[in-house]
């Protein structure tokens, strides 16, 4: 079982329209979160991090929930420019690793 | 531009060579980072930096692979007698006493 799991999509999403994804991860010691965002052929970008109380970034928002082991990211009103992959990432920071653990990405499509 | 900067942005090389990549941090950033990503996956760690020090290493990075950072500033990776596996994008990423890291464009290897 991989350490992050996301839904590979594609989502496939008009302009305007809502969409949700959902990531699991399966250590419970993992004390930092984040959503990272890939153009194709290019580097990751940090979107936003991830905060146990839920955070919203203009139209993002992500939620966590420790006791599911569960982040989300839900975005209003796409746009275009929203197609990419959304990467799900936590960091565990056990034996003062920092190392981040990235999900395979889910990849989105927002058409005219 | 005072982002993660990265040298070559590719790379293509015959079977059984060594290649060497550069990344030049963030100047202020004394955590550096060596992530791998192969087509449809995430990144995936490689080894870890703290100043001139490398304090971890990933199972992935094997005998082949060596990577320095002399003077706690840039860093090389270097790959010796290559193989068509090791055909990946190679990420740099650096980041402070925070957990956020940012990514450099990448160097693209393709071995023939």
């Known amino acids: 079982r991989k350490e992050v799991e996301q839904d590979p999509g594609p989502f496939n999403v008009p302009e305007g329209a809502t969409v949700a994804f959902n990531c699991t991860y399966s250590?419970?010691?993992?004390?930092?979160f984040f959503w990272y965002r890939q153009d194709c052929r290019k580097e990751p970008k940090l979107l936003m991090s991830v905060y146990s109380s839920g955070n919203e970034d203009g139209r993002f928002t992500a939620q966590l929930n420790r006791a599911s082991q569960y982040i989300s990211l839900l975005i209003r009103d796409s746009k275009l420019s929203d197609s990419a992959t959304y990467l799900c990432?936590?960091?565990?920071?056990?034996?003062?690793?920092?190392?981040?653990?990235f999900g395979s990405g889910t990849r989105l499509l927002v058409r005219p | 531009d005072t982002g993660v900067s990265q040298d070559p942005r590719h790379k293509i090389t015959k079977r059984g060579q060594n290649v060497t990549f550069r990344c030049d941090p963030i100047?202020?950033?004394?955590?550096l980072y060596w992530y791998r990503q192969t087509l449809g996956q995430g990144p995936e760690f490689l080894t870890y930096f703290q100043n001139e020090a490398q304090l971890e290493k990933s199972r992935l990075l094997s005998d082949r692979f060596s990577a320095e950072r002399p003077k706690g500033s840039f860093s090389t990776l270097e790959i010796q007698r290559t193989e068509q596996g090791d055909s990946a994008m190679y990420l740099c990423a650096s980041s402070s006493v925070t957990d956020t890291q940012y990514f450099g464009p990448g160097t693209r290897l393709t071995v023939l």
């Open positions: 250590n419970s010691a993992s004390q930092s």
């Open positions: 100047s202020e950033h004394n955590r």
């Open positions: 990432v936590v960091n565990s920071r056990m034996d003062s690793s920092y190392k981040l653990i």
